[in-house]
Structures are given as C-alpha cells and as structure tokens.
C-alpha cells in the first residue's frame, strides 16, 4: 500500500520531476500519481522496473513448465539424471 507521502498530483510530478527521480534514486520508494483526483500512474526507478519485469518472466517460465509437467509432457527428475549422467560418459 502506498504511504501517503508518495502520493503525488501530476502537477506536483510537472514541477518537481528531478526531485522525485533523485528521491527514487535514494530510497526506491515508488511514487503514485493521479489525476483530477484518480490513481493514473506508478513510477518507479529503472533497476526496480527491470528486476520486476526478470520476475515476471521467471514465473511466467515456471507457469509454461507446470503447465506442461500437468499435461503428461516432460521427463521426471531421474529420467533427466539419468540422460546427464549418459550424455557425460559419451564426452568421455
């Protein structure tokens, strides 16, 4: 939940923009915006963004494997131990 001192009109984000970039910089603390009294947008700082975006995708990945491990598709753990340990005596 946002603390209410992060958030901010978009007039306040017009007159102040550097000060927040500096202030997300600092503590990464997202800022809330709205307009005309409404929620309108989230900003937050670039590294906060990509390490959201690397999680997205991660679950969506494990989302994609469960999906598959329900459908019958895939190996189980020994199967796949058994062609690493296969696939390491044939480089010997």
Known sequence: ???AANIKSISYLKSHASQISEDLEMNGTPYFITQNGEASMVIENVRQFQE???????????????KDRL?????????????LAAARQRRK
Request: proline share 3%; charged share 25%; glycine share 10%.
């Open 52 to 66: 959201k975006e690397e999680l997205i995708a991660a679950l969506k990945v494990m989302a994609l494997g469960e």
């Open 1 to 3: 939940m946002p603390s």
């Open 71 to 83: 459908q019958g598709h895939g190996i189980s753990a020994a199967e796949s131990r058994a062609q």
